[in-house]
């Protein structure tokens, strides 16, 4: 039988400190597994942090590319210096892409901004959609693509919710197409010309970017609140059954599933070393076959994961609701090192410069029936080597904690965005030349 545990400020799109419902899909423990390097590893496939392919496309998506690694290809390290903030007046669950000079961010209550990343002036007026947002903005061609669910406050048991998927000019904010439907919480996954977004109502649709126009769809059978990662012409996504699919980029067929976690997925996958890699509510960080969808190692961690891990160096850098970032082997699931944080890790850390960041959640799983660590909000930079925590920002909360571009870091906080300098800065290499 199922059983329905509340859990407070989990997700954001009930507004913060909102109950949201989850179910327990079994009674049984998680599975715990051991993998090894001999199995499904290609180690040519090793995560590197590629420069941007087009100079004015710096952090294009969520997670930086379409594998989702979060590896930034920027080499800042701190100490640094503000030298803008923007305030969101609401909360800001997901970090914010750049593009074109320019960083554009999708505040939870509807709000769309869209500033110069040198100075944090506006580049269009902030635009007010009234719908709830728990999603980054992809970025190509001069056009925004932006994912919305319900009206404001966006109430779970809604008896008709509604939401569409947005492309936008990115110099002035005006809309190019709009694909409406059901709820929309991914963060668009865009691939040759193709944007990849799951749906509340279980679908996972292939959207022609230029035109909006639906190419395919394939039904999951139960809500897909994830992000898709894509790798070698497939893309894998996960749904609220807690089932992960392998799908054809090209026609939607699927290729695989796995059913292997207990409860539900909010963690969007990572492509990496020929693996996917992706944490369960359960608590359980999990890597499968790309190739198979075979189960090759599982991590029990903590009492819940809901951020999206990141991979760099034969690691998976992964935290947990009762305040813990681990270091983990790619190949084996094996503990390197693991660090107490502050409170909750709800966002997906990121790795940049040597260093990995995590951001810090005060208030996520307040009614949780399972530990949750509460405490101080803000973001902390760990050596991805040995985990000594080398700096620390007091801004912090839901979203990954930086991205950045070849100048300068963007650290989300509670409700704020703020731009951070490196006070040494690196040496740099020759431009790469500007595309047209």
Wanted: aromatic share 12%; with cysteine.
């Amino acid at each position: 039988m199922k059983r329905v545990l509340l859990i407070a400020g989990v997700l954001l799109v009930l507004g913060a400190g909102a109950a949201a419902a989850y179910k327990v899909l079994h009674h049984e423990n998680p599975p715990e597994k051991r993998g090894s390097a001999k199995v499904e590893f290609d180690t040519s496939d090793t995560p590197k942090p590629p420069p941007p392919k087009k100079v004015d496309l710096a952090w294009p998506t969520f997670g930086y590319d379409a594998a989702r690694q979060k590896v930034s290809p920027y080499p800042h390290r701190p100490p640094y210096r503000r030298t803008w903030k923007l305030v969101g007046h609401n909360a800001l669950e997901f970090p914010p892409s750049a593009a074109f000079g320019n960083v554009y961010l999708a505040q939870q209550k509807g709000l769309f901004f869209a500033v110069n990343g040198k100075t944090g002036k506006h580049v269009f007026k902030t635009k007010n959609f009234k719908r709830c947002a728990a999603s980054s903005p992809t970025l190509a061609n001069n056009t925004i693509y932006q994912s919305y669910m319900d009206f404001v406050p966006c109430q779970q048991g809604a008896s008709n919710p509604t939401g569409f998927v947005i492309a936008m000019n990115a110099k002035t904010g005006r809309q190019r197409w709009r694909f409406k439907g059901k709820p929309f919480e991914s963060s668009p996954l865009l691939h040759n010309g193709v944007l990849y977004v799951g749906s509340w109502d279980g679908n996972v649709y292939a959207i022609r970017a230029r035109d909006g126009k639906k190419l395919w769809a394939h039904q999951t059978g139960n809500r897909v609140n994830t992000s898709a990662a894509y790798a070698n012409g497939r893309i894998y996504i996960a749904n609220d059954s807690a089932t992960l699919y392998a799908l054809s980029a090209r026609t939607g067929r699927q290729i695989w599933s796995a059913s292997d976690a207990t409860e539900f997925f909010y963690a969007t996958p990572v492509a990496a070393y020929g693996r996917i890699y992706i944490g369960s509510t359960d608590g359980t960080m999990y890597s499968y076959g790309q190739k198979t969808g075979h189960l090759l190692w599982a991590k029990p961690l903590g009492t819940y994961i809901y951020s999206s891990a990141a991979v760099y160096q034969r690691r998976v850098f992964a935290g947990t609701y009762d305040g813990r970032l681990y270091s983990l082997d790619a190949a084996t699931g094996d503990t390197r090192w693991v660090r107490s944080t502050p409170s909750a890790v709800h966002g997906s850390p990121v790795v940049m410069g040597g260093l990995v960041y995590a951001a810090d959640c005060s208030s996520c799983g307040s009614a949780a029936s399972r530990n949750v660590k509460h405490g101080a909000e803000g973001v902390e930079a760990y050596d991805i080597r040995n985990g000594h925590q080398v700096w620390h920002n007091g801004a912090g909360k839901f979203a990954s904690p930086i991205i950045a571009d070849e100048d300068r870091v963007y650290l989300t906080g509670r409700d704020q965005l703020f731009a951070l300098e490196p006070v040494k800065k690196p040496k740099r290499k020759a431009k790469p030349h500007r595309s047209p």
